[in-house]
């Protein structure tokens, strides 16, 4: 059958710039997948997406205009109802085959075939394939309704309609933005489809200001990106747009580099910003980069501020350095490209510098005050009405800072206690300044440049600025042992706030980041070497909190311990390796990665699956038998087999002891392989349960302290297949 490709476009008004890619990609996927379903594609069709500032379209190859007819086999009812005892149809059989189009005269082509303990009539039919019109129209129309829009606007279009056409009428018409055309070609022809009160047709328009024409006829599908590119002067692709823009910034970097000095030509870079590049690539259609500057007297003030309003309030790439330093130089992406670019070039400019100059004043204001003279403002700032204010959860944190500093080796210095409670105290005053007041996204940080400029110590001005880390997947940790114990303190003093009030995460909802928490605290746990247990660390905070919560211990501890396993499962460990090491609940979380090193190299062993399996089989024996001692007399020993192992256990248990002792996990397990022998021997030839009780006691002993050797780095039953 003979195939076109198939072109789509939806032409709107400006499409909101942070979703526009995956407007484009469920615009296109939806169509895609809906054709498919109907049979109007090809085994080897391709769909390709299209996603500008505004228009959203589908290229699809292989599209046939008219699908090719199936059978189709339908079940009717059971024979005993359709059919009479004399095999005639029944009213019941007759009324569904008139249902379906057909009469009387296909009874006898009914077929029977088992259904479940009864027999059913079947009825064969051909079912004719969709046209192209109709499939388009249905696929159309289901794309619009599943784009994932973040809020629908109403707008009118004005129709004919009234008494005999003549009173005008009015349409409403739900969409993420107004429509203005609807572009259906297959190969050459226009598919004549509607959708939001348009028909499709083979024009669309291209550039608001630079189109050559106007509007832009596509001569077929296939002509689409190139014939916008020419005439209406569009990259229709958002990722080809993307990469453009992309290379027309280092190209820009390199050359701003070159400006005043030619020694630091291709040294600058624009800033690393995938969604601001993903923003950026959404509101422009034909992308010019521009090379603009703003007063070098800005740069006294923190380039983060700098940096934060050039971005996040005009969408500007600032210039950096080799050495990540903020060059006066800057960045923009223009929507036009005209002969002379200076009038652009000095609009931003002048555009830019309020926002600087804000900025500015905002430095210079907070730095008047200190952050010690703002503590006592954070009793004003409400946290949370069950939870009280920011002055009482800085109270908590510094209680809970101070209490886990004291766990630590650095505990007995005085000067270390002190840093960590100053700290504590300030790191939340920044939230009074005026720069964190306009820009949140800089807390901690500005209180790290304002610790400085009070003369408080490296390690408490870090400690401030790092104690929001790790913010998110793959942040940083906090520089210093302070910041650490903060950074910890304040993690925890939210989860234990939040848990102990019962606002617990709930499917994907989890509006206190409590689940990014947890995984900040195993990280800090787990990469900074803290000699500190995860239980001591939890219940050493609670009496911080007095009577304001529940605790929360058991239900936090199990949080935090799923929040381990998923990320390890994530690093590519199996299921069982994580089960058998997090079933202990190691308290050390830094010792976590050498207890799954160990149990993967032992289950790579030929005694592993023995060994395992005889694991939760004495884990069975114990578990029905209640308390058991740990306790051992060799004289009521009777049988050769559990002599051995007694005795190969007084051998082995030692050494791998000693060898848990010394942190080499993996040979502590890889010498208990040597017990499979032994361990193969007793279950063979010894009855654990005798009959009498002080051999059974014994027995049971024997295997409590074998069980207890085994699963000291990891629960090996869970390796048990």
């Known amino acids: 059958m003979t195939t076109h490709n198939l072109l789509i476009e939806l032409f709107v008004e400006e499409l909101p710039p942070k979703v526009l890619q995956k ?116 696929a159309l129309n289901e794309s619009i309704a599943k784009l994932p829009i973040p809020k629908v606007m109403s707008y009118q279009l004005h129709t004919d309609c009234g008494i005999d056409n003549f009173l005008p009428g009015w349409t409403s018409v739900n969409f993420v933005r107004p429509a203005h055309s609807l572009v259906a070609l297959h190969g050459s022809t226009v598919v004549p489809v509607k959708a939001l009160g348009l028909t499709a047709s083979n024009s669309t328009q291209g550039h608001r200001f630079e189109a050559k024409v106007s509007p832009v006829v596509l001569a077929n599908a296939d002509a689409y990106a190139d014939t916008l590119a020419k005439d209406g002067a569009v990259i229709a692709s958002f990722t080809e747009r993307r990469a453009e823009i992309a290379r027309q910034l280092e190209a820009a970097a390199a ?37 603009c500057e703003f007063e070098k007297q800005f740069l006294d003030v923190p380039q983060e501020c700098l940096i934060l309003t050039m971005k996040a309030n005009q969408k500007y790439f600032p210039l950096l350095d080799t050495t990540g330093k903020l060059t006066h130089q800057f960045l923009v992406v223009s929507n036009i490209t005209p002969d002379d670019a200076s009038a652009v070039i000095g609009g931003n400019e002048r555009v830019v510098r309020p926002r600087l100059a804000d900025a500015k004043f905002f430095f210079d204001q907070d730095r008047k005050k200190t952050l010690a003279s703002r503590v006592d403002g954070l009793a004003k700032v409400v946290y949370h009405n069950k939870l009280g204010t920011q002055g009482e959860r800085t109270d908590r944190v510094r209680a809970i800072a101070k209490g886990l500093a004291k766990l630590l080796p650095q505990g007995k210095d005085a000067d270390f206690i002190q840093a960590v409670d100053a700290a504590a105290q300030l790191a939340k005053t920044d939230l009074l300044t005026d720069m964190v007041g306009e820009f949140p996204e800089l807390q901690g940080i500005m209180g790290g440049y304002y610790a400085r400029h009070d003369g408080l110590s490296d390690d408490v001005a870090q400690a401030i600025e790092d104690h929001y880390k790790p913010r998110f997947a793959g942040d940083e940790l906090p520089r210093n042992t302070v910041g650490v114990v903060v950074a910890l303190a304040d993690k925890l003093e939210t989860l234990l706030g939040m848990f102990g009030i019962g606002n617990l995460p709930t499917g994907d909802k989890d509006p206190f980041a409590l689940r990014r928490h947890a995984l900040g605290v195993v990280r800090m746990l787990r990469e900074t070497n803290l000699d500190v247990g995860l239980d001591a660390l939890i219940s050493q905070a609670i009496p911080a909190f007095g009577d304001k919560i529940t605790d929360p211990s058991a239900a936090l501890t199990s949080f935090i311990y799923d929040r381990l396993a998923g990320g390890l499962r994530e690093q590519g460990y199996t299921s069982q390796e994580v089960e058998a090491v997090l079933a202990l609940r190691p308290q050390r979380l830094s010792d976590v990665a050498q207890r799954l090193t160990a149990v993967r190299a032992f289950a790579a062993l030929p005694e592993s699956p023995a060994l395992a399996a005889a694991n939760k089989r004495i884990g069975n024996i114990l578990k029905k038998a209640n308390e058991v001692d740990a306790h051992v007399n060799p004289a009521l020993f009777t049988e050769d087999a559990e002599k051995g192992l007694y005795e190969a256990m007084q051998k082995l248990l030692p050494e791998s002891e000693s060898q848990l002792n010394a942190g080499d996990y993996t040979a502590s397990l890889q010498t208990l392989a040597a017990l499979r022998s032994p361990v193969d021997a007793f279950f063979d030839d010894v009855m654990v349960n005798a009959d009498e009780m002080d051999l059974r006691l014994n027995r049971q002993g024997l295997l409590k302290c074998l069980h207890l050797a085994m699963n000291r780095v990891a629960d090996l039953s869970c390796l048990a297949s």
Not at 35 to 45: F, R
Not at 74 to 98: E, H, I, Y
Not at 267 to 280: C, F, G, K, S, Y
């Open 23 to 138: 407007l484009g990609d469920a615009f296109s996927s939806v169509l895609f997948e809906q054709l498919t379903a109907q049979g109007l594609t090809a085994a080897n069709s391709v769909v390709t997406a299209y996603a500008s500032p505004r228009r959203l379209a589908a290229h699809i190859t292989a599209v046939v205009a008219q699908a090719d007819d199936k059978s189709v086999q339908q079940k009717l009812m059971p024979v005993s109802v359709g059919l009479d005892a004399s095999g005639n149809a029944t009213p019941a059989l007759l009324r569904k085959l008139q249902a379906l189009g057909a009469g009387p005269e296909v009874v006898a082509q009914l077929k029977r075939a088992p259904d479940g303990k009864a027999e059913a009539l079947f009825y064969d039919s051909i079912v004719k394939g969709a046209s192209l019109v109709d499939g388009l129209q249905k």
């Open 255 to 291: 050359k701003a580099g070159g400006g005043e000095n030619s020694k630091l030509n291709g040294t600058l870079r624009p800033i690393e910003d995938a969604a601001l590049l993903d923003e950026v690539t959404a509101l422009v259609e034909r992308p010019n980069v521009l090379i």
